[in-house]
């Protein structure tokens, strides 16, 4: 059974860390471009980032740039999401999610029906 697991997420203080992760089961993540995607409350879904197999390329949303970075290790079949400097607005669930058909993320990396298989999701709360 091909499945996606997302861990790592919970509560934080604004200005904390928090590091998400993507593991995969039933196929590899190698040769697969794969995103992370969050949807908070009451909003559509949107990407935060993607990191392709080929050459290891990243792709970050404009409001994640700087703060977060996306890694992968193939050896683990896992993709991390290191969130740092959290802001209440981060406040979503968080999915990761693999493209079967392309070892790149593209330019349209965020778009949601790119992607094949979806985790289903880790809570990330940033409060006080």
């Known amino acids: 059974q091909l499945q996606l697991v997302e861990s790592g997420g919970g509560l934080v203080q604004p200005g904390g860390s928090l590091r998400l992760s993507c593991a995969a089961s039933?196929?590899?993540?190698?040769?697969?471009?794969i995103g992370w995607f969050r949807q908070a409350p009451g909003k559509e879904r949107e990407g935060v980032s993607c990191?392709?197999?080929?050459?290891?390329?990243?792709y970050y949303a404009n409001s994640v740039k700087g703060r977060f970075t996306i890694s992968r290790d193939n050896d683990k079949n896992t993709v991390y999401l290191q969130m740092n400097s959290l802001i209440t607005e981060v406040t979503a669930d968080y999915y990761c999610?693999?493209?079967?058909?392309?070892?790149?993320?593209?330019?349209?990396?965020?778009?949601?029906?790119?992607?094949?298989?979806w985790g289903q999701g880790t809570l990330v709360t940033v409060s006080s």
């Open positions: 039933g196929f590899t993540l190698d040769y697969r471009a």
């Open positions: 990191i392709s197999s080929s050459d290891g390329s990243t």
């Open positions: 999610a693999a493209n079967l058909h392309s070892v790149m993320c593209g330019i349209k990396w965020n778009v949601g029906r790119k992607y094949h298989y």
